[in-house]
């Protein structure tokens, strides 16, 4: 039954991110590029000494991805740490999504909270954005979401080290948010 329900949720979400991309004309869509808040570039989210503070390690940008399609523009980067060996493994993915609309974002946001709803970790903000979440898995991995307006944060640590760590991607986020 729950996952009938998973993946009915999840066609509505694409059927209604395609019906978005037949509302964008060409006239639209480059203002939607025009007044994005930020340009498409890693340090206006978080910046090289910020992911080193995260992954308590010297990083390197890996890449970065932009795509405007179905009225979302997605926006993500990868920071991974320089040395690789069994003391410094270490990733920080974000993704940056921006919707045409309030209610597209939120559904998409709701989905993606049912699917981690049943995680013992999930922690929900308030303070951040409109809604957020953290979610830690077996290994010690944060996840946090966090929505604004029309906006999608995601924020993912693969192989963090310490608290001071983790704290550190929670005031990094905060700020995030609260800048876009």
Known sequence: MKKTI????????????YSQ??????KTRAQLIANLDSAMLAKYYIDLSEAEKILEKPVFLKDTTY?????????????????VDSTSIGRL???FQQYKDTLAAKSTYEFLKNVNQNDTSLTSFKELG????????SANQ??????????????RVF??????????????????????
């Open 6 to 17: 998973l993946l009915f949720l999840l066609l509505s979400i694409i059927t209604f991110s």
């Open 21 to 26: 991309n037949a509302w964008l004309d060409v």
């Open 67 to 83: 795509k405007l399609s179905g009225g979302i523009l997605r926006f993500s980067f990868h920071y991974i740490a320089k040395y």
């Open 93 to 95: 993915n974000f993704e």
């Open 130 to 137: 409109n809604n957020g979440y953290l979610v830690i898995d």
């Open 142 to 155: 944060p996840f946090i979401i966090i929505s604004k307006e029309n906006k999608i944060f995601k924020f």
């Open 159 to 180: 192989y963090l080290t310490t608290e001071n760590s983790l704290n550190e991607l929670l005031v990094i986020s905060k700020k995030v948010v609260d800048k876009h």
